[in-house]
């Protein structure tokens, strides 16, 4: 059974960076339209068995019970911890691909997570397969098994899962994957993901209302300002 991932964070505390002079209860509703959009794709993806949402917010596990996935409670995550922890409770099986997916990648298609697993699949064996970020990061990672490597999940995460593949002795495989390349983490992510087609249709329709008639790129200027 393949498994798949997803951390959350409480909803006060999400899209911070993204749009910070956003009123609060707008910030929220993107970070749950964000993941409705991500469920989706995930629910579309051929191979994929049973998806998960960890998260110590009430509001975004009901969200994730509503798009038909799981949601695990845990208090005060801490994004890695929170990971790992996610694998134990999940009990994966011993030569399961294992999928990790941030949360930021509203603009994910199910097709990009059949590629990222049938490239897990197809080989085999033990190794490491990541889709990175455009800034360097990790949007998405595939264990085999799960566990074969410790999370590390942040800045410049696409090198430091390199560095702990090459540590545990495990291939590791860098794909390319157009719509996992941008997270929605930062001001100026938000011209380039509407500049794209693809998935995430609440997102970009939020967006749209969002800005109104202003440009994301001018938006993006006044936010860093």
Sequence with gaps: MTIALVPVKRLEQSKSRLLPHL??????????????????????????????????????????????????????PGLNAALEEGIARLHPGPDEPFLIVLGDVAG???ADFASLLEAASARGARGVWCAPSADGGTSALVQRPA??????????????????????????????LASLSIDLDQPEDLEAFLATEGGGRRTRAL???????????????????
């Design 207 to 225: 967006l749209t209302e969002i800005f109104g008639e202003t440009a994301p790129a001018t938006a993006s200027r006044e936010e860093r300002a």
């Design 23 to 76: 009123p609060d209860a707008r910030r929220q509703a993107l970070t749950l339209a964000m993941l409705e959009d991500l469920l989706e794709a995930l629910a579309a993806t051929p191979g994929l068995d049973r998806v998960a949402v960890t998260t110590p917010d009430p509001i975004v596990a009901e969200a994730v019970r509503a798009a038909g996935a799981e949601a695990l409670i845990r208090p005060e």
């Design 147 to 176: 566990g074969v490597i410790p999370c590390r999940f942040g800045p410049d995460s696409a090198r430091r899962h390199r560095e702990a593949a090459r540590e545990a002795g495990v291939p590791f495989h860098l794909l390319e």
């Design 108 to 110: 994910a298609v199910a």
